[in-house]
């Protein structure tokens, strides 16, 4: 049985090492090319990655890896009860757009739930960490690991989070119909779930495409903070779905689901 707790610490450094990576690239004059899906890709997706895969092949060999390049160039391994999933750069428009919106995912599935996930944001610095045992936590830079927490909703009203690109909408409307929001922030990748996870917000819905490796790293942090991600319908948002694809669903804070 892996001891998703004792993997932790490695993890965050591993985080750390292909943000850096990403960085020294963030810094250039870098290309951009074209997936089989017309979705952007850079020379950091790539790297980033390679350092993520060495690691985790070698503290945890027997462990599939599903990981957003390995899958687009058609290297998608069978995955049974547990498996990693990784986004070495979440939000690649966005470090496109330079706003510092991009993370590192890293997460780790279990029974189809994730049991240990980190989110590092390179450019700012901060890591959030998600353990089913262990609780959730925030560092800045080299600073002291901080525990994190979901809130409960303030009386004035809810703060939602929501993607830059598909944060409005009919969909989203009909969800709010009914709710008192004080106030909508918007923000790229997974640190919208980080967000919600340290009690700077209170839900996250999301009414657009995704990917497992989009959601596992973040949906550990928001867990391990006492929240929950489910389905449109209030469901449990499971993973090792058919072709790793993501149904819309609903990230929320410290407010049961409804």
């Not at 004035?156 to 909408?169: C, D, F, P």
Request: aromatic fraction near 6%; hydrophobic fraction near 40%; charge should be negative.
């Amino acid at each position: 049985m892996i001891d998703a707790a004792a993997l932790l610490p490695e993890l965050v450094t591993v985080s750390k090492r292909a943000g850096e990576v990403i960085l020294a690239i963030y810094r250039t004059d870098f290309d951009v090319e074209q997936k089989a899906d017309y979705s952007p890709v850079t020379q950091a997706d790539i790297d980033a990655e390679a350092v993520i895969l060495e690691a985790l092949r070698r503290l945890t060999p027997d462990v599939p890896i599903v990981a957003e390049e390995e899958v687009s160039a058609g290297r998608i391994p069978d995955v049974g009860d547990i498996f990693w999933l990784v986004d070495p750069l979440d939000g690649t428009r966005e470090f496109l757009n330079r706003n510092g919106e991009f993370t590192v995912n890293i997460a780790l599935i279990r029974d189809r739930r994730p049991v240990l996930g980190v989110v590092h944001a390179p450019d700012s610095g901060v890591t959030y960490t998600g353990c089913q045992t262990s609780g959730a936590t925030r560092q800045n830079g080299d600073g002291p690991v901080e525990p994190i927490h979901v809130r409960m909703p303030p009386a004035e009203g809810l703060t939602i989070v929501a993607s830059r690109r598909h944060g409005s909408g009919s969909e989203i409307e009909h969800f709010l119909e009914g709710r008192r929001v004080a106030e909508r922030v918007t923000c790229g990748s997974s640190l919208k779930f980080c967000v919600v996870a340290s009690g700077e917000a209170d839900i996250y819905p999301r009414f657009g495409p995704t990917m497992e490796w989009d959601t596992a790293a973040g949906h550990a942090v928001l867990a391990a903070a006492g929240g929950r991600l489910t389905n449109i319908d209030g469901t449990d948002f499971l993973y090792r779905k058919p072709d790793f694809r993501n149904p819309n669903f609903i990230a929320w804070g410290g407010m049961r689901p409804s």
